[in-house]
């Protein structure tokens, strides 16, 4: 057996450190959950049970969880769904060289470096001089694209600049429209892709607190709501809560990677199937 040098422990003991400072504080906050009905934010915890996860469903005298995890939830299939549709067309339309390209491309991904208050205190005002009423659904909604879209455009424009070409051509030749060539070939082997954007999109948007915090309105998001939590709560079931928003993430991203697998399996067994018959 090889004898492993020290620079291979040195750098496994990094990774978990790195790891560590990564998940730590999850679960620390998960382990806090957990603290009996005398349980407090800090250690050493007073009890083990579930009663702060029991009055998380109780009415709470400070905020509006459930409405705010609503709104979220709506938020985030809104963003996710815009996100994935202009994503795909603008990915369409930078597969060819036009006048402009450039400029309007590194103008599309500008926000990213913009610090994001300053998208929502502009967005903000925007809106305030337009007249137009500031609201999660409508101001915090564009606030938000600003953050999602450069992501998915740039997802998108590395998809088609490695697609093969061949597969359009192809099909061109029997006869297809360009909409069944997009319907039927294209969009197929792009699906993937678009399932990575579509979860970018939705986690970018469910979390996103800096580009909501002025353009919210009088309804908080989740993200709004547990920090105004942070001033008012003083037991652990802001601790459940975030534990619970936590599954509930890592839920969404593993549906995600499920219906990947089982469209590259559903891929594999086409291609197995078309050797068979060759």
């Not at 469903?57 to 905020?63: C, L, N, P, S, W």
Request: charged share 10%.
């Amino acid at each position: 057996m090889e004898k492993r040098s020290r620079s291979f422990y040195f750098l496994s003991a990094f990774f978990a450190l790195f790891v560590l400072f990564l998940y730590g504080p999850i679960l620390t906050i998960g382990i806090l959950s957990f603290q009996g009905p005398l349980g407090g934010l800090t250690f050493p915890m007073n009890g083990v049970s579930f009663h702060w996860f029991r009055d998380l469903f109780q009415e709470q005298a400070v905020g509006d969880i459930w409405g705010s995890f609503r709104r979220s939830f709506a938020l985030g299939l809104m963003v996710m769904i815009t996100t994935v549709v202009v994503s795909v067309l603008g990915g369409l339309a930078f597969r060819k060289r036009f006048k402009g390209s450039t400029v309007l491309f590194y103008l599309a991904i500008a926000s990213l470096v913009i610090p994001s208050i300053l998208v929502s205190l502009g967005v903000g005002l925007i809106f305030n001089q337009l007249g137009l009423p500031v609201h999660w659904a409508s101001s915090g909604f564009g606030s938000q694209l600003t953050w999602t879209l450069p992501f998915g455009l740039l997802i998108m424009f590395a998809v088609f600049n490695r697609f093969d070409k061949s597969y359009e051509e192809a099909a061109r030749d029997q006869g297809a429209t360009a909409w069944q060539t997009f319907a039927y070939v294209v969009l197929p082997i792009i699906a993937p892709s678009l399932l990575g954007v579509a979860l970018f999109g939705f986690t970018l948007s469910y979390d996103e607190f800096a580009r909501t915090l002025l353009t919210a309105g009088s309804y908080n998001t989740l993200p709004l709501e547990i920090f105004g939590m942070t001033t008012n709560v003083t037991t652990p079931v802001i601790f459940a809560l975030g534990t619970l928003t936590t599954i509930f993430s890592f839920c969404i991203i593993s549906v995600f990677f499920l219906m990947v697998w089982l469209m590259s399996r559903r891929k594999d067994k086409g291609s197995d199937a078309g050797k068979g018959m060759v």
